[in-house]
């Protein structure tokens, strides 16, 4: 890790060195999500906002490659946080009214789905270099908003 962009990518890949803590980086890693989500949140429109949460993720992609080969190259390290962050905003994309209780059903809801990865989540993992680490996020987020739509009224 010699160049300033890889450590860059280290850096921004680990949530600014929360991806470090152990146990369970990308609970706390992802926690950086919220603010993400929240600001995101405040633009103009739903359209808006997807192209906002696409251009996140479309950067997410080629920070997290870089780092992923910047920490020896594993597949999905678990340092690597940025998946999580970038992926939280999905969650609350048009729910609606929120509220405490919105915010955490939606975190909690993307950590059960990111943790146990139901199909398809653990087959876009295998996608290559950032995609993989990147995809499965996005998919568990997927999961997590649909229920929280449906669950959000009575939040």
């Known amino acids: 890790m010699s160049d300033f962009w890889d450590k860059t990518s280290v850096w921004v890949a680990t949530g600014m060195g ?10 706390v890693g992802g926690l950086w ?20 949460i696409l251009l996140v993720g479309l950067v997410g992609v080629a920070i997290c490659w870089r780092a992923a080969r910047a920490l020896g190259g594993g597949k ?5 946080v940025l ?7 999905i969650v609350y994309l048009g729910v ?11 975190w909690m809801l993307f950590r059960v789905f990111d943790i146990t990865k139901p199909p398809p989540a653990r087959q876009v993992e295998r996608l290559p270099g950032g995609w ?3 995809a499965d996020d996005f998919v568990a987020a997927g999961f997590a908003w649909a229920v ?3 669950v959000g009224p009575w939040c």
Request: proline share 12%.
């Open 18 to 27: 929360l991806g470090l803590v152990s146990p369970a980086p990308g609970t």
């Open 33 to 52: 999500g919220l603010p993400l989500a929240w600001a995101i949140g405040q633009l103009p429109s739903l359209e808006a906002r997807g192209i906002a």
């Open 76 to 80: 999905d390290p678990q340092v690597i």
């Open 83 to 89: 998946d999580e962050i970038a992926a939280l905003p």
């Open 96 to 106: 609606g009214q929120m509220n405490p209780s919105t915010w955490l059903i939606g």
């Open 132 to 134: 993989g680490i990147m």
């Open 148 to 150: 929280l739509y449906w």
